[in-house]
């Protein structure tokens, strides 16, 4: 008697026909601050929302600088596909140039006319030293919540992001290795920001994670807890019957993370939308569960749902 396959193995058999991984768009920074505008509107954190859009627009414009990253190192290419493990580890390596990132973003964010203390947290990042910076983005990437500064977070995140979105694009896709640990970026090691189900050609109705850190998309099956894997009691929460926004949460681990369906909103951003949707979390909240990890635009003391 023939076996019935579960939706995951059927997508397993079929990983030859499934594309795994989206490269981060040229103009994904870009692209963000459009939706983050558009999103703004009549929001309950509009001004907080019309930031990180300015934000965003000035990671896209320090993008297009000319900047000198390391190159990829061979051998630990090479490391990564031995074992199976994601190409970098955002963790533990980076190149000094990030600060120069920084610096870039500060300035170019100094040109709009930004409300008193945002310029002051400005101001406070400009003047301070190497070691304090790299502290900070060790306490931000290692998730070190009581050594973290949430005023200053969204935006050293988004130096970080810069630099790690512009590395991981310097790599061939080829060079990623084909199965790489649960829930972690396959490129750098970090976790998804949301999911999105995407639309269109062999990627219709299939479901991808976004990283936080380097916006790469890397294939996930659905009705899976994307923090702990269980599939067993995953469960799916929405807000006023909304179709294209979802909270997809976990029993087992007691975590959520939301879910964007394309074929609803096509416009939808792994973290634009995500940012926009805070009433959700507040819902998510009530019902004891608690986010997998922050929005990189907004860091939120440790402790509160
Ligand atoms: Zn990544
Ligand atoms: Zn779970």
Redesign the pocket.
């Known amino acids: 008697m023939q076996r019935i396959l579960t939706r995951g193995e059927i997508e397993t058999l079929d990983r030859t026909s499934i594309v795994r991984l989206i490269p981060a768009d040229a103009n994904t920074f870009g692209l963000r601050a459009e939706r983050l505008t558009q999103l703004a509107k009549d929001n309950p954190i509009q001004d907080y929302l019309e930031l990180i859009a300015t934000l965003a627009a000035a990671q896209q414009t320090v993008a297009g600088q000319n900047w000198t990253l390391p190159a990829p190192d061979d051998v630990q290419l090479a490391q990564a596909q031995a074992h199976g493990m994601p190409l970098f580890n955002a963790t533990s390596e980076r190149d000094p140039v990030w600060r120069d990132m920084l610096s870039a973003l500060i300035a170019e964010l100094q040109q709009h006319p930004l409300p008193g203390p945002v310029q002051q947290i400005l101001a406070e990042l400009a003047n301070a030293d190497a070691p304090a910076l790299e502290q900070a983005a060790d306490a931000l990437l290692n998730q070190q919540d009581e050594h973290i500064n949430a005023a200053q977070a969204p935006f050293i995140m988004a130096a970080l992001q810069l630099y790690?979105t512009l590395r991981?694009q310097a790599v061939e896709l080829k060079q990623v290795p084909a199965v790489t640990p649960f829930g972690v970026?396959p490129?750098?090691g970090?976790q998804p920001v949301s999911s999105s189900v995407q639309v269109g050609g062999p990627k219709e109705q299939i479901r991808y994670a976004t990283?936080s850190?380097?916006a790469?998309q890397w294939h996930i099956v659905r009705v899976v807890c994307t923090h702990c894997e269980d599939t067993k009691t995953v469960a799916y929460h929405s807000l006023n019957e909304d179709k294209a926004i979802k909270a997809e949460s976990c029993d087992k681990c007691r975590h959520y993370r939301k879910i964007f369906y394309l074929d609803k909103d096509p416009n939808a951003d792994a973290f634009a939308d995500d940012l926009a949707s805070l009433p959700l979390d507040i819902l998510m909240g009530e019902a004891r569960f608690y986010r997998a990890n922050n929005n990189p635009y907004l860091w939120q003391p440790a402790g509160e749902p």
């Open positions: 790690w991981v970026c490129c750098c970090s990283c850190l380097c790469s």
